[in-house]
């Protein structure tokens, strides 16, 4: 039996029937598990994980510890980690987990370090935690990677610094810029899984509502059109010119945060930079507001100014929802100001994460494939990679596509007009 810290492992049962559940809607995933437990790609590798601890983590977990991977996982979020599923993990499917729902902060730090002191060969990061105490652990232990795989575009812009200053020393695979998961993850996972989120939180009608989303990046585009799609009207805050006239075309009202503000029923930031709601805008807002991030550190809503303002104090006033009361007005916080997508709800539905996740495993054999040959530095995902997962993915939902012929294919290649 792996060593493990986990809430209960009575839960096992629960925790399988909710990862076959998922892998129910993971085809792609699933057809590299099985290619994956004849080939044995990846025979005594050690991939050490920090991601949301769901069932469909959980299934990449399973296609990894297929392929012959030593396979450990820790919370990339405490609030995300389904307990369940955690115990099933252990119980079910040999793999070494350290995480509990709502665990302290001290807690998932000694977990974390657990997975350091393992000394794995690739890592899988949502946000950037374990490559990064890998590189602040013991001497060597960062140059010993054959690869670190992340997730998020805050845990990206980390390491890219840490790049850009000299001080990584490993090969990092940018799997969340890959023009597969963006279509997929990006606009439509977190589009519906953050609407989601909200309800299941704040229970409020959006039809009616105007919902005010900051940064129109891949998912805040997502956001704004599923939340148009359930009757809001939406406004989108945008510091970038090309995103906001992209967001004015969309049909979607664009104004700055401090106008957007006083409108807004519904704020869900989105842009991965901190301060995006703050001091002067929470003065601004409307009693009721409700204020959601969908990103993942609490950084982009300024919670100490709110906290500041807050003459009444804060209380929850539901799971899930603190209320802060600035006087003449209250504003409603979602899940302590971070990924109220998974924090409310379940994150990206299983077949959103199909795509992920097999993009993840093709990537970790890839890494192995390249053992010691790809430079420090943040790579891309090999467009091979890609492709095959769209395909894998149309296939699955038994949708064909043409193909170029050879003279059409020539035809692109050549200079020669007409
Ligand atoms: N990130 C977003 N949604 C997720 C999910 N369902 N499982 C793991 N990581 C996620």
Known sequence: MPSSSIADPRLARAGRDRIEWADAQMPVLRSIRDRFESEKPMTGVGIAACLHVTAETANLLRALAAAGARVALCAANPLSTQDDVAASLRAHYGVEVRAAHGESAVTAAEHLAALVASEPQITLDDGADLVGAVHDGAAGAAEKLLGALEETTT????????????????????????????????????????????????????????????????????????????????????????????????????????????????????SGNRDVLRGEHFRRMKDGAVLANAGHFDVEINLSELAALAVGGSRAVRPLVEQFDLGDRRLNLLTQGRVVNLAAAEGHPAAVMDVSFAIQALTCEHVVAHAGTLPRGVHSVPDDINRATAMLKLAALGVEIDELSEAQKRYQRGWAPG
């Open 155 to 270: 845990g990206l812009l980390r390491l890219r610094a840490m790049h850009a200053s000299g001080r990584l020393r490993c090969p990092v695979v940018a799997v969340n810029e890959a023009q597969a998961e963006r279509i997929f993850s990006d606009r439509y996972g977190t589009g519906q899984s953050t609407l989601d989120g909200i309800l299941r939180a704040a229970n409020v009608l959006l039809a009616g509502q105007t919902f005010v989303v900051l940064g129109y990046g891949w998912t805040g585009q997502g956001i704004a059109l599923r939340a148009r799609g359930a009757g809001a009207s939406v406004i989108v805050c945008e510091v970038d010119p090309l995103r906001a006239l992209e967001a004015r075309m969309e049909g979607f009202e664009v104004m700055p945060a401090l106008k957007a503000a006083e409108r807004g029923d519904v704020f869900v930031t989105v």
